[in-house]
């Protein structure tokens, strides 16, 4: 949204008080006086062509003051220039401090509409509104305290840029003026969060798989539904508890120094036969080769380096992330304390995403510089 925008907005408001001023009185005509009366869009108690009433216009020589037409005004109110008004200079911005001082509107440089946030990455809940609640920002208006001209918000909090912003719900300003979130977080209850989570209590927790708050705060799965999958209540299915044949290597966009097939491994061998080395961030693996039930994902790495983080996913719903940052993940996949749990599902694939590493060299290919030896699901 720019300036233009914003000028035309307020011509547009300016035409639709001319209309019911030409009009005068209410829509029904009547001479109800003030706020909630019929002709609310006069000032009764100042506006000498409607003073005290609707159609009540006081003489060229009076003035309409405390809803009464006078030769002058009730102190500490005062006539400036030739207007039929009486001004407060301690609270009027158009009159502030002395007559013909108006303070100004806001010099801001507009962003665009809205809070900012990226997709909460959460369902929306019931088919309804997407998670993204809020105004984003509006703009402030000039205001008079005590014959010195300032800003004020109607609604939100007014920061440096002269703009009032919803900190609840601003990407840029939440919570507070000087709180941005992540390119990648989104702002709820004036907490950053990571899509896939939301605040809950002051904490970011995963309403995609947290059977306690499930696509929501506070919504809990029970009865015949006790899982929680992808945001919603679940019944799941029953894992044989054994490992699955996702043995096969469906595709890998790996770049690293070892390009090997770690799917069809339970147990570590640290050989480039089934070493796959992760060169950047968003590098993944995918294994196939069976449709089963899982409820646990496994991995094997390479001794003490080569760690890094993956975020796992069974099909398209991730179902966690497995972190081997200062872990030693040797022997099984399916025993080694590298894997995840998660609600049980039938899962025909199963995605390993690189999102970090450890620092360490492993290949110097550079990026996360992370290894997988074996994968395990059960």
Same mark, same amino acid.
């Given at each position: 949204m720019n300036a233009t925008h914003?000028?035309?907005?307020?011509?547009? =408001?300016?035409?639709?008080?001319?209309?019911?001023? =030409?009009?005068?009185?209410?829509?029904? $005509?009547s001479d109800a006086g003030g706020e909630g009366g019929a002709c609310p869009e006069f000032d009764l108690q100042n506006d000498a062509k409607h003073? $005290?009433?609707?159609?009540? =216009?006081?003489?060229a020589t009076e003035v309409c003051s405390a809803g009464a037409c006078k030769g002058q005004c009730d102190p500490p109110t005062v006539k400036c220039g030739t207007a039929q008004t009486c001004s407060d200079l301690g609270k009027d911005p158009g009159n502030c401090g002395q007559c013909g001082t108006a303070c100004a509107l806001p010099d801001a440089s507009l962003p665009d509409t809205g809070t900012g946030n990226p997709d909460s990455g959460i369902p929306v809940p019931d088919g309804g509104v997407a998670f993204d609640a809020g105004t984003g920002w509006s703009l402030a208006a000039p205001l008079c305290d005590k014959g010195k001209c300032g800003l004020a918000c109607d609604g939100g909090t007014l920061?440096?840029?002269?703009?009032?912003?919803?900190?609840?719900?601003?990407?840029?300003?939440?919570?507070?003026? +000087?709180?941005?979130?992540a390119a990648g977080e989104w702002c709820r209850a004036s907490h950053c969060c990571a899509p896939g989570k939301m605040n809950c209590a002051a904490v970011c927790i995963d309403v995609l798989s947290d059977p306690n708050n499930c696509g929501g705060c506070g919504v809990l799965c029970s009865g015949g539904k006790p899982y929680c999958a992808n945001g919603t209540c679940t019944?799941?299915?029953?894992?044989s508890g054994t490992r699955q044949p996702f043995n096969s290597v469906v595709s890998s966009t790996t770049t690293g120094c070892w390009n090997g097939t770690p799917c069809g491994q339970d147990t570590v061998v640290l050989t480039s036969t089934y070493g796959k080395n992760f060169?950047?961030?968003?590098?993944?693996?995918?294994c196939g080769g069976t449709t089963a039930?899982? $409820?646990?994902?496994?991995? $094997?790495? #390479?001794?003490?380096?080569?760690?890094?983080?993956?975020?796992? #996913?069974?099909?398209?719903?991730?179902?966690?992330?497995? +972190?081997?940052?200062?872990?030693?993940?040797?022997?099984?996949? /399916?025993?080694?304390? %590298?894997?995840?749990?998660?609600?049980? /599902?039938? %899962?025909?694939?199963?995605?390993?995403?690189?999102?970090?590493?450890?620092?360490?060299t492993c290949c110097g290919t550079g990026g996360p510089d992370a290894m997988i030896t074996a994968v395990s699901a059960w």
């Open positions: 914003v000028g035309l907005a307020v011509l547009a =408001a300016i035409a639709v008080v001319a209309v019911a001023c =030409a009009t005068g009185g209410g829509p029904d $005509g003073c $005290g009433s609707c159609t009540k =216009a006081c003489a920061c440096s840029d002269d703009l009032c912003w919803d900190t609840p719900n601003a990407h840029d300003h939440c919570g507070d003026c +000087n709180t941005k979130c019944a799941g299915c029953v894992p060169a950047a961030v968003g590098q993944e693996l995918v039930c899982v $409820g646990h994902v496994g991995i $094997g790495t #390479y001794s003490s380096i080569c760690q890094g983080t993956w975020d796992v #996913y069974c099909n398209a719903t991730k179902v966690g992330t497995i +972190n081997t940052l200062n872990k030693v993940c040797v022997g099984t996949a /399916m025993t080694n304390g %590298c894997n995840i749990a998660f609600t049980p /599902m039938s %899962c025909s694939t199963l995605r390993l995403v690189a999102t970090a590493g450890s620092g360490q």
